[in-house]
């Protein structure tokens, strides 16, 4: 697998997610839905660099113009909910893409600490040789985006695979590198080290869906 994280050099996007972090900056849910956005713009315009391109002429009032565009075969498919804006960022710059939506949730049986990744809600175009790209905020146990790519099986082979996150942790980073194909792209903010015995990132930074859309009643 190829892992580009972007945490490894000093840039603006470290501004956005020390936002999402703060305690005194995330209650603001209009903030952190737009900072979790930015962070998509930026991951997708790094991710934008590894795609297919071609030259496509232009006429401009004065004459022709040659430019490199890239491909426009892309899926994005966002894991629901915390995947929205995530997913709105990465649609930003790849306005031209057809759509994916799934709904992913760990059920924990009698609220024990194990759980099991259920997938309900899927809509989802053709993925026959298209870019697929999958996108979960949070990649802590790597379990919801192997489940979700599962799902995704009946709708045909992409040619290309990229996987895309705002924090993960190690132990996530490491379930999917094991559990794609080698020639698959994670493209992520930043990881931390460690899960808890819940299996939520720290020092991570919360439940992002929660902190996008407000606390939801447990089932």
Not at 32 to 50: C, H, M, P, Q, W
Not at 98 to 126: M, Q, T, W
Not at 137 to 164: D, N, Y
Not at 191 to 209: C, M
Request: hydrophobic letters at 40%.
């Amino acid at each position: 697998m190829h892992i580009h994280n972007l945490s490894e050099e000093n840039t603006v996007l470290n501004v956005f997610i020390s936002e999402l972090r703060a305690l005194n900056k995330q209650t603001d849910r209009m903030r952190f839905r737009r900072n979790i956005e930015r962070v998509g713009e930026i991951l997708a315009y790094e991710l934008s660099k590894t795609l297919d391109y071609e030259a496509q002429t232009f006429e401009t009032p004065l004459g022709q113009s040659k430019i490199m565009i890239p491909e426009s075969n892309i899926v994005l498919c966002s894991i629901l909910r915390a995947g929205v804006p995530l997913h709105n960022g990465l649609l930003n710059y790849f306005d031209m893409a057809d759509n994916a939506f799934i709904s992913a949730y760990r059920h924990h049986k009698n609220n024990s600490e194990d759980f099991e990744i259920i997938v309900e809600y899927l809509a989802c175009p053709s993925l026959e040789n298209k870019t697929l790209i999958l996108a979960d905020p949070m990649l802590a146990t790597g379990q919801s985006m192997r489940s979700t790519f599962e799902a995704l099986k009946p709708f045909g082979t992409p040619k290309a695979i990229h996987l895309v996150s705002v924090i993960g942790s190690t132990e996530g980073v490491k379930y999917v590198e094991n559990n794609f194909e080698s020639d698959t792209h994670l493209w992520i903010a930043t990881i931390d080290n460690k899960l808890n015995s819940q299996g939520y990132i720290v020092p991570g930074l919360g439940d992002a869906g929660d902190l996008c859309f407000g606390e939801k009643l447990q089932h």
